[in-house]
């Protein structure tokens, strides 16, 4: 099964959060009551029913005068995730496509997820118990069908397919974009399932890290510490077999016959 990619192309976004909606009503996530905060930014942040939103932005364009920048957050679906790596019942897992999916069923609320990421995505639901995150649409696309979101852009700022096709026609629009444009999430955390095409620098962005990495604590536990706990176990399950082995087991009849005359 060939691994697929979301194609984010913001150059095309015009922040019309059609695929924020789409989102919500495919994953039947509910809405609650929003508020004026004075910015057209809603909801203010990611949220337990809401896995994907679209950031607005004000920057200025170097004339006195601001410009808009849109982003759509969302999980990133890495290749070497994090919250994979930290999830100790199995709710968070690859799937044939590369992407990571989410069963609540298994979710046991530990958060661990949430400090791993270094994307700052899951989110925690006091209410149940559990986080929740963007799927990339799973049920969707092993059906054939592509992800909600992407099916309602109107604008064609999104797309989905084969990754190493998507990957070039990213490639290909940054060329043409020239300027400051560049793809994002090719390389870091093993590359993602979700690529930008950015036409400002990475740092421009608010909540985008330039260069993403998973936290220290996770690659020394995951990586280093859990496979070497694991080798020194092995190691004396050996040491025990290979005794049984050479000498056979322990006689234990002279202790008996000793501890049974000391009265």
């Known amino acids: 099964m060939s691994e697929k990619v979301k194609l984010y192309d913001l150059s095309k976004c015009t922040g019309c959060r059609g ?48 410009k808009w ?17 930290v999830c100790p019942s199995g709710a968070l897992h690859y799937t044939k496509y590369g992407t990571v999916a989410l069963d609540e069923k ?15 995505i899951p989110r925690y639901d006091p209410a149940t118990d559990k986080v929740a995150k963007c799927d990339m649409c799973f049920s969707r696309i092993d059906n054939g069908l592509e992800p909600a979101c992407v099916k309602a852009c109107p604008t064609g700022a999104l797309q989905f397919g084969d990754k190493d096709e998507m ?18 999430g090719d390389k870091y955390v ?20 330039e260069k993403p990495r998973v936290p220290l604590s996770v690659l020394a536990w995951k990586d280093l510490l859990k496979p070497l ?19 056979g087991p322990k006689d234990t009849s002279g202790d008996q016959a000793g501890q049974g005359g000391g009265e």
């Open 229 to 247: 706990s694991l080798l020194a176990t092995g190691g004396v399950l050996l040491g025990a077999f290979l005794h049984y082995i050479l000498h």
């Open 19 to 66: 695929c924020q909606l789409a989102c919500k009503q495919w994953n039947q996530l509910p809405a609650k009551q929003t508020y004026n905060r004075g910015t057209y930014q809603n909801p203010p942040d990611l949220q337990p029913n809401t896995w994907m939103l679209i950031r607005f932005q004000e920057v200025s364009n170097g004339n006195g005068d601001v």
């Open 106 to 120: 298994k979710c046991i609320g530990c958060k661990e997820c949430i400090f791993a990421c270094p994307f700052n």
């Open 167 to 184: 990957i070039k026609l990213a490639y290909q629009r940054v060329k043409e974009l020239g300027g400051d444009a560049s793809v994002y």
């Open 190 to 209: 093993k590359g993602t399932h979700m690529i930008y095409v950015l036409p400002e620098k990475a740092g421009l962005y608010e909540g985008l890290p």
């Open 69 to 85: 920048l849109f982003r759509k957050e969302a999980c990133m679906h890495c290749t070497d995730a994090a919250c994979v790596k």
